[in-house]
């Protein structure tokens, strides 16, 4: 490479970043858009197919509409389902960045959950201003213990994170079925699997119960914003974050410039579970009030998606977190309007992922949208 | 993802590896047996177990197993093969060891919750070969993609779509239609996993993931939208046990292997054929090496997206089967995230079979008996929670895979896209 080229590499290079140019901009805007577009028409196919007729599917996607955005009831709706789906896809996203697949978000969402309620009624004679966030925080740590598990199976024996993510989702449901008929976990007076409630010190306060005691929407929201904040700087202003991006782009790179490897993975692990626990505890600490069997109700899995949605960059999640929660207060609205399956959702949500995970897809199916590059310098 | 790693290791480090394995099974089978002794070692009275049924055949007396006694030489022997393991094992030994060890552990816990109790072993096998189906025919699928290195955790959601396909078509067009159109779609899974990965190079974790989550709200919004107005259309035959004549006849092996549905003898066909297909032929042979090292495979000729769009649509047409398995083979009616995580614990069949069919199958006969267990076990009333019992294969399933015992080591390809040049 002669000293012109590279200069004019360096300029480019420089140039991007005051403007960013077309193929980026198509990247975060127009696969996302084309994305959500084709996934909303091919779930009027679906409904289509199992004899819903045209005017139901208009009125079920009105209903989409007004249920996540058209009152403050829905806002309120689509905030307290985004909350869960943001900080558990900001582990994720961290996890992308530092390379480790964690399918395992489900399972230390029900960790942390659990872990927030038991502290929450086991110190119950604590003010609230102690005994919420020491809630909040057991959640975090549990979950970063319970991910930290397959960290450290990954960074000492090289076992694949995948894996024993997935054997640690499976473990948790188990565990949490033990724990919830433990005499002094169990709901007195209750044979079936039921924590004891929260008490309402460690409850996070409903936000708008001035204006109508319905509206759900709670602290949480905060939590949630702060993560996005700290994960932003921890990737992009820390040392360690640079570390996380420079393991997850070239691992050998990473050791060849001196960086713990089996370290930063433990850490990013449990930083990730630590996010996901805490999503956990804002499930039971906010909304639901106690643990059941399965109360993560698949948040864990849909949080990958919003985590590949939100291209694993904190903004984006906090974006793809506030889409999909409008998608799930929505789907309800749906239900009870136009009497359409909420798991049409489900469908909605994959095809989205499809088509975001698969740009060169949407590529093949949407050519005019995109600028035809001769050079190949994308992929 | 770190196969090529561990197979850089020089040999100073797998020799110590090695031997830090072998004391690590040392003393888990040490503890072991002191935790056979301690926790269960309190077991007066027989244990009973029936080995047939009135109507058999052949009657076999029950077995009466004084339970005291036989608990005390089952950790004796196991603490002499842990100690054996700790102080001079290593090689063929250490797994061989662990596996008797842990054998005997799971014999005498049966002894000691049986003890003063009757209990038929024939029924707990039978049901234990019933619940292995789904979980082997889901390692199977996933052997055959993870062979072409293809990571297929889309496994779950075929079986879904499988056990859904075999409900609907079955009430339409009758049981055997629902089996066919089960494999086909299962296929058609397989196929567009393929795609995705192959053609598209998408990310093959974020494909699986994005098939189970389509299938599990295409399923789960079907049938909450038509089968709950339209029951007739989610009430599929059942396929009937059929008795082998002569061989079902057999004690204790006759009703586990040969007075099952057709699930379970096409599980056993499948693993069979797929075993001799993959190390026994020139095509399985290619398989392979486009597992191990496509651009070897493809120097030599071999078309390497041909053949995993091939391996993978089979891999998806066994996991169709085995779907179908949980409507018309056991229920006749579809619910909503039937398959419960199944097709996850298929997954770890086949890394706990070390990506080899027969090893899934054993696996899977692992998973199915500690289930058919810990149903039995509730019904004996022991007080170690049943929860715990489920738990064990997957804590295993991590042991493995970490390499604690013995080494899994998945083709060197594998989960990585091939571009070719």
Known sequence: MSVNESLDAARDKLLQRAAPDRTEFEDLVIVPLFAFAVALILGAVTMLATGVDLATIGRSYVALLVGSVGSVNALSETLVAAIPLVLAGLGLALGFRAGLFNIGAEGQILMGGLAAVIFGFTFSALPFVILMPLSLLAGALTGAFYAGIAGWLRAATGAHEVISTIMLNLISYRLLDYMLSLPWVQREGRADPVSRSVPDAAELPRLLEWLDPNLRLHAGVFVMLLAVAFVYWLLFRTKLGFEFRASGASPDAARYAGMHASLIIVIAMATAGALAGLAGANQVLGVLGRATPGFSAGIGFDAIAVALLGRSHPIGVLFAGLLFGALQAGGRQMQVDAGVGIDLIGIIQALVIVFIAAPLLVRAIFPWGFRNRQKGTHQ | ?421
């Open chain 2, 1 to 421: 993802m770190n196969g090529a790693e561990t197979l850089q290791r020089p040999n100073a480090a797998i020799d110590l590896g090695a031997r830090r394995r072998t004391r690590i099974v040392g003393a888990i089978l040490i503890l072991l047996a002191a935790f056979v002794v301690v926790v269960l070692g309190d077991a007066p009275g027989d244990a009973t177990f029936r080995l047939s049924r009135p109507r058999d055949v052949w009657v076999l007396p029950d077995l009466i197993v004084p339970a005291q006694p036989f608990i005390y030489i089952a950790a004796a022997l196991t603490a002499f093969l842990g100690a054996r393991q700790f102080l001079r094992g290593g090689g063929r030994w250490t797994t061989l060891s662990l596996g008797l060890g842990l054998g005997l552990g799971v014999l005498a816990f049966l002894v000691w919750a049986t003890a003063g109790n009757a209990f038929s072993l024939t029924g707990m096998l039978q049901a234990t070969m019933v619940r292995a189906v789904p979980i082997a025919l889901g390692g199977l699928a996933a052997v055959m993609c993870e062979r072409v290195a293809v990571v297929n955790i889309a496994v779950e959601g075929m079986l879904l779509a499988g056990a859904f396909t075999g409900a609907l078509m079955g009430s339409v067009v009758g049981g055997w239609g629902g089996l066919l159109s089960a494999v086909v779609i299962g296929g058609l899974f397989g196929f567009i996993l393929a795609a995705l990965v192959v053609t598209y190079r998408m990310d093959q974790i974020i494909a699986g993931v994005v098939i189970n989550l389509f299938v599990l709200g295409l399923t789960s919004y079907v049938s909450s939208q038509v089968f709950a107005e339209m029951r007739h259309l989610n009430n599929a035959p059942v396929f009937r046990a059929i008795d082998i004549p002569l061989l079902s006849d057999i004690p204790v092996i006759g009703p586990m292997l040969f007075q099952q549905n057709i699930f379970v003898y096409g599980a056993l066909i499948m693993v069979a054929v797929s075993t001799y297909y993959l190390f026994h032929t020139r095509n399985g042979l290619r398989a392979r090496a486009v597992g191990e090292h496509p651009r070897a495979a493809d120097t030599l000729g071999i078309d390497v997206y041909r053949t995993r769009y091939l391996h993978v649509t089979i891999g998806g047409m066994i996991a169709g089967f085995g779907g179908a398995w949980f409507t018309l083979g056991s229920v006749g009616r579809f619910d909503e995230n039937m398959t419960g995580g199944r097709g996850f614990i298929g997954l770890a069949a086949m890394v706990f079979g070390r990506w080899h069919p027969v090893g899934a199958l054993m696996a899977a006969l692992v998973f199915g008996f500690t289930d058919s267990l810990q149903q039995k076990l509730a019904l004996l009333q022991t007080p170690i929670p049943s929860e715990f019992l489920a738990m064990a294969p997957y804590v295993a399933t991590i042991v493995v895979v970490a390499g604690l015992i013995g080494r899994a080591r998945p083709p060197a390809a594998d989960g990585k896209p091939y571009v070719k040049e």
